[in-house]
């Protein structure tokens, strides 16, 4: 049987995955309906995408009997609400990164889902690609030894804002804005990944701010247990190179740029090439095709009766939502509640 999929927002990330999503067999992925904050946006979604429903509120897809799975697709500040309201109508959700906006929402959340059953997952499609899943298996294997340093930089130089208020989305802490909870996330996540899950020791941020008050740049060090250390940076002002390093006692990994969808890992004996699954629409993001990887370890736990993946724990999303709390704090980042 398909897994029925049902879409919470209708902007460009949910155009992408939707377009991943159908361009795996039918036999096991559908997307059968979609909700955005007005009918017409959901309707012309619908329209672009073949969904058979659309709905103007979130509340209706939440009570739909035909679907399976949520996936969360809205702007940031409004993921807890999403995903809180698919969870208690017993819906299991995929949610975008970051699981929330702050430490404390991912709390109430993970706690909702482990209260009522319902199976919940940070939606970080970089863990399920399989230049990922490989460099994870070589670190596990000891093929580079112990592993004491990592090292990942996610920056890019933004479009200058044209909106009204002289603000675009990356810069407006109202919708979520600053380099660290849009692109740190992932930098701070390939670091928890390689370190296994295990909690920094301490934690340093430096950087600077945009005139709206969010983070533009920050670096950050963190120091694990045994002398092992992460230095990550992220921007959302800053072209980075994109890249990142994990070093052992006995040799290094590179995922290449793009690290956070990447097509190869950089090994000691050679360059590894793994080949994007095709897409039937062009897509808004890099590497977007990459998004069925995750849609498919989301439907092997729903067969398999899971709540929560062993690729993407609950308790990893949140040791790197406290992680983001601690630096946005040193860097004197504040979002409203």
């Keep these: 049987m398909a897994t029925r999929w049902g879409i919470c927002g209708s902007g460009k990330i949910a155009h992408d995955f939707v377009v991943a999503l159908q361009s795996l067999p039918e036999s ?8 955005a904050r ?47 309201q698919m969870i208690e109508a017993k819906k299991p959700v995929l949610c975008e990164k970051p699981l929330t906006m702050s430490a404390k929402e991912t709390a109430t959340l993970i706690k ?36 004491m340093y990592v090292s990942a930089n996610f920056g890019f130089q933004r479009q200058p804002d044209d909106g009204p208020d002289a603000r675009g989305r990356l810069t407006d802490p109202a919708l979520g804005g600053g380099a660290v909870l849009d692109v740190g996330v992932y930098v701070i996540n390939f670091a928890i990944m390689v370190f296994g899950g295990d909690r920094p020791q301490s934690i340093h941020a430096s950087g600077w701010l945009a005139d709206s008050g969010v983070d ?26 994109r890249e990142a390093i994990v070093v052992g006692t006995k040799g290094t990994l590179k995922v290449p740029f793009p690290f956070w969808c990447p097509t190869k890992l950089e090994t000691p004996t050679g360059t590894l090439e793994f080949p994007l699954p095709s897409a039937r629409k062009p897509t808004v993001f890099r590497n977007s095709s990459g998004m069925s990887y995750e849609a498919e370890e989301v439907r092997a736990c729903l067969m ?7 690729h993407m724990t609950l308790d990893q999303s949140q040791v790197i939502a406290d992680i983001m709390d601690n630096v946005l704090t040193q860097l004197g980042v504040t979002y409203c509640a």
């Design 28 to 35: 096991q992925h559908q997307v059968v309906a979609v909700a």
């Design 216 to 241: 533009d740049f920050a670096a950050i060090t963190l120091k694990f247990s045994g002398e092992r250390v992460a230095q990550l940076t992220c921007a959302i002002g800053l072209d980075l190179p």
């Design 112 to 147: 909702a889902a482990r209260d009522g059953g319902v199976f919940l997952m940070e939606a970080v499609w970089m863990r399920f690609f399989p230049a990922i899943l490989k460099l994870r298996s070589m670190i596990d294997e000891g093929a580079i030894g112990q592993v």
């Design 304 to 310: 398999a009766s899971e709540q929560e993946s062993r």
């Design 38 to 84: 007005s009918l017409d946006s959901a309707t012309k979604f619908a329209r672009e995408h073949s969904i058979p429903r659309a709905y103007g509120s979130y509340e209706n897809l939440a009570r739909d009997e035909g679907v399976d799975v949520v996936y969360v697709a809205t702007i940031h500040p409004t993921h807890l609400q999403c995903s809180l």
